[in-house]
């Protein structure tokens, strides 16, 4: 199985800046997506971003243009800076990979909370 461990989530400013990671462990597996995810309270999770192993990106409407996903393949891991940090962005971040292609699983990591003041 594959462990997924956030860090990074912490309380900042409104325009203020933060930086995610997520680190993956285990063996025998090869991830071919990973991202991130929020939820907010009473929400369903929602996508923030994603970042495939050749390095295509998707972006949620809303963080598009202030936030940036990146990877590192040979580590595994995956990092989120967020900047220009808004009140609305307050939530818990989780990270996400999917292992394999026909047969792929998804994990989920814990959550990390951010909390942005105004």
């Known amino acids: 199985q594959v462990q997924l461990v956030e860090s990074g989530g912490d309380l900042v400013q409104a325009g203020g800046s933060l930086r995610l990671s997520c680190a993956a462990s285990?063996?025998?597996?090869?991830?071919?997506?990973m991202g991130w995810y929020r939820q907010f309270p009473g929400k369903q999770r929602e996508l923030v971003a994603t970042?495939?192993?050749?390095?295509?990106?998707n972006y949620g409407d809303s963080v598009k243009g202030r936030f940036t996903i990146s990877r590192d393949n040979a580590k595994n891991t995956v990092s989120l800076q967020m900047n220009t940090l808004e009140p609305e962005d307050t939530a818990v971040y989780y990270c996400?990979?999917?292992?394999?292609?026909?047969?792929?699983?998804?994990?989920w990591g814990q959550g990390t909370q951010v909390t942005v003041s105004s």
């Open positions: 285990g063996s025998g597996f090869t991830i071919y997506t």
């Open positions: 996400y990979a999917s292992v394999g292609l026909y047969t792929s699983v998804d994990y």
């Open positions: 970042i495939t192993h050749s390095g295509r990106t």
